[in-house]
């Protein structure tokens, strides 16, 4: 089946052809009409992943990666009579929410989804698990190299071409700098803590804002002191009373974090449900404190959005869905990052989903103040 959004200000179309692949068909009879949610609130937050061959095809790389992530994907080699590719890219994410559905990330919608935000550059800062996403974005983008390479800590910058009709001119760059806290020159780091501040302020082109931190945090008065000095430094400078107002306008996403799984090579498949989840107090890592941040960082964006009467900031809850994926971590030990293709790919997909609806709605305040 095939979800097809069709957005229209003053009646001008935009046709979105968002697929949602593997989908069973069935007909039910109620008479219960579903309680339609914003999306952006709940998208994501509940759900199950369902083995799905169909959406297996879809999701994979047109090449694979030469880094870590990748190196899964180069030593396959299913067995006679299996499925022939990574099981962990073979299960598709089912929200609990009917009408909220995860579309897929593709080439021709993203391009069509910045074009029409007018956002000519994709910025990610965070640390390493926010380098998979962009190496994410980059292959499911359909680019047969990889985006750059994470050992040069500054970052990269790099320019994607659409070369989709009617948008065969239309570029954006991806950015990717490396800092573990958010953190600018102000504040100690003893983790990467790169400059990044430079350059997002250095062009006056909207932004897609993509940032994280957390995953090297040990408690949470160091998190809570990271990330408000992160929004007191992005609001301070990008208000529209400062001369720095050209960033006002811009899209800004907090990927919450995700923690590791503990023994996750004696899981293969997903859980079924988040009570199988565990996440021991450790002296190494701070799995079981990630939640707690996210809700701080959730509570923050939430009272900073209404305090301003503003919502250009928002919430990429990719923690419910990531918790209950134990399986497609990298080998031999690594229990926190993923192989690529794999779940971190639907991050992606529910940031595309998220954009559609932020592109509705700044195309509905358009059209009632044109109409108004």
């Given at each position: 089946m095939v979800l097809l959004f069709i957005?229209?200000?003053?009646?001008?179309?935009?046709?979105?052809?968002?697929?949602?692949?593997?989908?069973?068909?069935?007909?039910?009879?109620?008479?219960t009409k579903e309680v339609v949610p914003n999306c952006l609130e709940v998208r994501g937050s509940s759900g199950?992943?369902?083995?799905?061959l169909s959406y297996a095809t879809e999701a994979q790389y047109n090449s694979t990666l030469d880094e870590q992530a990748g190196d899964a994907s180069r030593r396959f080699k299913p067995s006679s009579g299996t499925v022939p590719y990574l099981p962990?890219?073979?299960?598709?994410?089912?929200?609990?929410f009917e009408s909220c559905q995860t579309a897929l990330f593709t080439r021709d919608g993203i391009c069509?989804?910045?074009?029409?935000?007018?956002?000519?550059?994709?910025?990610?800062?965070?640390?390493?698990?926010?380098?998979?996403?962009?190496?994410?974005?980059?292959?499911l983008f359909g680019s047969h190299d990889d985006p750059g390479d994470q050992g040069a800590y500054g970052g990269f910058e790099r320019v994607l071409d659409c070369d989709c009709v009617p948008l065969a001119s239309f570029s954006f760059k991806v950015v990717y700098t490396r800092n573990d806290h958010?953190?600018?020159?102000?504040?100690?780091?003893?983790?990467?803590c790169m400059d990044w501040w430079q350059?997002?302020?250095?062009?006056?082109e909207r932004t897609l804002f993509v940032v994280n931190t957390?995953?090297?945090?040990?408690?949470?008065?160091?998190?809570?002191?990271?990330?408000?000095?992160?929004?007191?430094?992005?609001?301070?400078?990008?208000?529209?009373?400062?001369?720095h107002h050209h960033?006002?306008?811009?899209?800004?996403?907090?990927?919450?974090?995700?923690?590791?799984?503990?023994?996750?090579?004696?899981?293969?498949?997903?859980?079924?449900?988040?009570?199988?989840f565990e996440a021991p107090p450790s002296p190494q890592f701070s799995w079981n404190k990630f939640e707690l941040y996210n809700e701080y960082a959730r509570q923050r964006v939430r009272n900073r959005n209404r305090n301003r009467n503003n919502s250009d900031w928002f919430e990429l809850d990719v923690n419910p869905m990531t918790v209950l994926r134990p399986d497609g971590h990298r080998p031999p030990n690594d229990c926190l990052h993923y192989m690529l293709p794999g779940p971190p790919d639907w991050w992606n997909h529910l940031m595309y989903s998220n954009l559609v609806d932020i592109l509705v709605q700044e195309l509905n305040v358009e059209n009632e103040r044109n109409t108004g």
């Open positions: 957005l229209t200000a003053d009646e001008t179309v935009l046709h979105l052809h968002l697929p949602l692949v593997g989908e069973e068909a069935t007909t039910t009879a109620t008479t199950k992943w369902i083995h799905d962990a890219s073979t299960y598709r994410w089912q929200d609990t069509k989804v910045l074009h029409q935000l007018n956002i000519t550059r994709v910025f990610f800062v965070g640390d390493s698990l926010s380098f998979m996403m962009v190496q994410s974005f980059w292959k958010l953190t600018n020159e102000s504040i100690p780091c003893a983790d990467v350059r997002y302020m250095s062009s006056q957390g995953a090297h945090t040990t408690g949470a008065h160091v998190f809570q002191r990271d990330f408000d000095a992160f929004v007191d430094l992005m609001d301070t400078n990008t208000n529209t009373n400062t001369i960033h006002g306008n811009d899209i800004i996403f907090f990927r919450t974090t995700v923690p590791g799984h503990v023994n996750c090579r004696n899981h293969p498949i997903p859980f079924s449900n988040r009570s199988q």
